[in-house]
C-alpha cells in the first residue's frame, strides 16, 4: 500500500470534513463561498495539530511539524521582556543567543585605520551557525575573496537603535551610524570699554572688531561671542548634524515575500 500524502485528521473529526470530495463539492456549490473554504482548512489543520500527539509523521502534521515550517534553520527571533525564549516558543531546535556576538566586520587593506569597506561574517569565512570563535581588531582574514585583509572594526548588535534605510539613514551594510544632535548656534554681543582677555572655551567663540568711534581717550573694543554646539569637547567630542538628532543606529531593511 503506497504512502498517504493527504492529512489526517482525528478519529473524532465529521466525517465529511475529512472527505475531500466535500472541498470539491463546495466549489460547485453557491452556498459555500472562497472564505468557508478557507476557514474550513484551517480550521481542519488546527484541530489536527491540537489533537495530535507531539511526534513526527510521515503522514500526519503534528505541532512539531508546524514549528519546523515557521521556525526554519536560519529564522530570527527577536525576545522581547518578559516574553519566552525561542525554545520555549517553539519547542523544537537549539537557539543561541546572539545578541552581542561579531554579525560582520570592518575591514582594509592595511592594520590600521578605519575600516574601508564592511563584510558580514559569512563573507569572512565564518560559518553563520556561530559556532566558530569571532575575529577580533587587527585579525588577518586568510582564504576567500577577502583573503589578506586586516579586520579593523567587530560589528555586532550590542547595544544598538535600528532605524530603515532611506532618507537619513546610513547606507545599509555600511557599519554604525554614530549619535549626532542638530546644530544648535548663537550669537551675543558685548562692547565692553576696556577690553583685556576674553577666554573662550568649547561652544563658545569669541570675534572682535576695533571701532575708531570712542572716547578721547582711545577706542572701544566690540566682539561677538558666538555658540555652537559642534565645538563641544565634553563630556565627548560633538558630532552634530544640520538635519537630524539620533542615536547610535543601524539602517535596516523591510522584506515582504511576494510569491
Do not use: C, H
Not at 57 to 78: D, F, H, P, Q
Not at 127 to 132: I, L, P, Q, T, V
Request: hydrophobic residues 30%; aromatic residues 8%; negative net charge.
Amino acid at each position: 500500500m503506497s504512502k498517504k500524502t493527504v492529512i489526517e485528521y482525528p478519529a473524532e473529526s465529521n466525517p465529511e470534513d475529512s472527505d475531500i470530495l466535500y472541498l470539491i463539492k463546495g466549489l460547485t456549490d453557491r452556498n459555500i463561498t472562497l472564505r468557508k473554504i478557507k476557514d474550513y482548512i484551517l480550521g481542519s489543520i488546527n484541530r489536527t495539530v491540537k489533537d495530535s500527539a507531539e511526534t513526527d509523521s510521515g503522514t500526519l502534521l503534528t505541532a512539531n511539524g508546524v514549528n519546523e515550517l515557521i521556525a526554519r534553520v536560519g529564522k530570527l527571533y527577536v525576545q522581547y521582556p518578559f516574553m519566552p525564549t525561542p525554545d520555549e516558543f517553539y519547542s523544537v531546535g537549539t537557539w543561541l543567543n546572539i545578541s552581542t556576538r561579531a554579525v560582520g566586520y570592518g575591514i582594509s587593506d592595511s592594520n590600521d585605520g578605519d575600516p574601508t569597506s564592511y563584510i558580514s561574517r559569512e563573507d569572512a569565512g565564518q560559518g553563520m551557525d556561530f559556532a566558530d570563535t569571532d575575529l577580533v581588531v587587527g585579525d588577518q582574514i586568510t582564504g576567500g575573496v577577502y583573503d589578506g585583509k586586516y579586520v579593523r572594526s567587530v560589528e555586532s548588535y550590542s547595544g544598538d537603535f535600528f532605524r530603515v534605510e532611506g532618507t537619513n539613514a546610513l547606507s545599509f551594510n555600511t557599519g554604525r551610524q554614530l549619535d549626532a544632535m542638530q546644530r544648535i548656534t548663537g550669537v551675543g554681543r558685548f562692547s565692553p570699554r576696556i577690553v583685556t582677555s576674553i577666554d573662550t572655551t568649547g561652544v563658545f567663540s569669541r570675534t572682535e572688531s576695533v571701532s575708531n568711534e570712542g572716547p578721547a581717550s582711545g577706542t572701544i573694543s566690540r566682539g561677538d561671542l558666538k555658540f555652537d554646539n559642534a565645538n563641544s569637547i565634553s563630556p565627548n567630542i560633538a558630532k552634530t548634524d544640520d538635519i537630524e538628532t539620533r542615536s547610535v543606529n543601524r539602517s535596516n531593511r523591510i522584506w515582504i515575500r511576494t510569491a
